[in-house]
T-cell receptor, first 115, second 114 residues
Framework: EADIYQTPRYLVIGTGKKITLECSQTMGHDKMYWYQQDPGMELHLIHYSYGVNSTEKGDLSSESTVSRIRTEHFPLTLESARPSHTSQYLC??????????????FGEGSWLTVV | GESVGLHLPTLSVQEGDNSIINCAYSNSASDYFIWYKQESGKGPQFIIDIRSNMDKRQGQRVTVLLNKTVKHLSLQIAATQPGDSAVYFC?????????????FGTGTQLKVEL
């Protein structure tokens, strides 16, 4: 079982509000990721980080931003939420190193609804 | 761009039967493949993985088969149980570049009928 935690699990907010989705992992993994997933659809990578102070945009363009000040923490922020941001956001992490770094472990997800 | 896709969106099986979930990939440079299980309302859970230098790998009740000639991956679940009901995703990683970024397919919904 992976030790990666996301809060909040479910959130309904109004348009224009600022929201931060929290993600923490206790496995000491260097690499962390945020995926976006609409119901019944595939996962799309929106952000990733290879370590502290390292953040990159993923394959799917997103208006959200991320930060990596500590190894274990990788929060995602939406400055002004819109209904189009309604989705599930999944945080994940993996080890570094070719030998062991391929498996990505996911958190339980944060369901965001913007009304 | 390159994509990973699944053949069937929904698979229904009887409890106790074997399940086979298929996945086609198009990136010939992929060298690592993972199957994930995602139950409703939860994040994807790692099931089994396989490297491109292998064609078969077995786990507990699950077997992954890789056919690089036709770029096809399958997940076999033996004696399917109600707890196996979930969406199953295959994911692939290229041999070079991209770090650990995985490309996911659409997913197959497995429904186990009693």
């Amino acid at each position: 079982e992976a030790d990666i935690y996301q809060t909040p699990r479910y959130l309904v907010i109004g348009t224009g509000k600022k929201i931060t989705l929290e993600c923490s992992q206790t496995m000491g993994h260097d690499k962390m990721y945020w995926y976006q997933q609409d119901p019944g659809m595939e996962l799309h990578l929106i952000h990733y980080s290879y370590g502290v102070n390292s953040t990159e945009k993923g394959d799917l363009s997103s208006e959200s931003t991320v930060s990596r000040i500590r190894t274990e923490h990788f929060p995602l922020t939406l400055e002004s939420a819109r209904p189009s941001h309604t989705s599930q956001y999944l945080c994940a992490s993996s080890e570094s190193g070719a030998a062991s770094g391929n498996t990505i472990y996911f958190g339980e997800g944060s369901w965001l609804t913007v009304v | 761009g390159e994509s990973v896709g699944l053949h069937l969106p929904t698979l229904s099986v009887q409890e106790g039967d074997n399940s086979i979930i298929n996945c086609a990939y198009s990136n010939s440079a992929s060298d690592y493949f993972i199957w994930y299980k995602q139950e409703s309302g939860k994040g994807p859970q790692f099931i089994i993985d396989i490297r491109s230098n292998m064609d078969k790998r077995q786990g507990q009740r699950v077997t992954v088969l890789l056919n690089k000639t036709v770029k096809h991956l399958s997940l076999q679940i033996a004696a399917t149980q109600p707890g196996d009901s979930a969406v199953y995703f295959c994911a692939e990683k290229p041999r070079t570049g991209g770090g650990n970024k995985l490309t996911f397919g659409t997913g197959t919904q497995l429904k186990v009928e009693l």
